[in-house]
Nanobody, 125 residues
Framework: QVQLVESGGGLVQAGGSLRLSCAAS????????IGWFRQAPEKERESVAA????????YYADSVKGRFTISRDTAKNTVYLQMNSLKPEDTAVYYC??????????????????WGQGTQVTVSS
């Protein structure tokens, strides 16, 4: 079992940057792949990025490729999402999730059991 807590959201102007953190508790953190998802008002939840338990494999949605970077620090039990060149359409609540099956982190996340509480990201134009 793993517990997840997101932080780092906020209000930023278009073109700006934010770094989200997903802190995990539990000794099994290194046995989970971690993904970031987002959900904007009246839109379905979507996968944004994911990183394998070893950190050697990463996935990005086409909409964020080249702008977002996912990384993990095993010593700190934390996964980061560095978001650069933010656009108003990136506005959403961002969630991190854990899974032992990487493919589950690349879809809408309906099969995932472990979620954080979410952090709001608002990008003004």
């Amino acid at each position: 079992q793993v517990q997840l807590v997101e932080s780092g959201g906020g209000l930023v102007q278009a073109g700006g940057s934010l770094r989200l953190s997903c802190a995990a508790s539990g000794r099994t953190f290194s046995t989970y792949h971690i993904g970031w998802f987002r959900q904007a008002p009246e839109k379905e939840r979507e996968s944004v990025a994911a990183i394998s338990m070893s950190g050697s494999y990463t996935y990005y949605a086409d909409s964020v490729k080249g702008r977002f970077t996912i990384s993990r620090d095993t010593a700190k039990n934390t996964v980061y999402l560095q978001m650069n060149s933010l656009k108003p359409e990136d506005t959403a609540v961002y969630y991190c999730a854990a899974s032992q099956t990487m493919v589950h982190l690349r879809g809408p996340g309906s099969q995932l059991r472990y979620w954080g509480q979410g952090t709001q990201v608002t990008v003004s134009s």
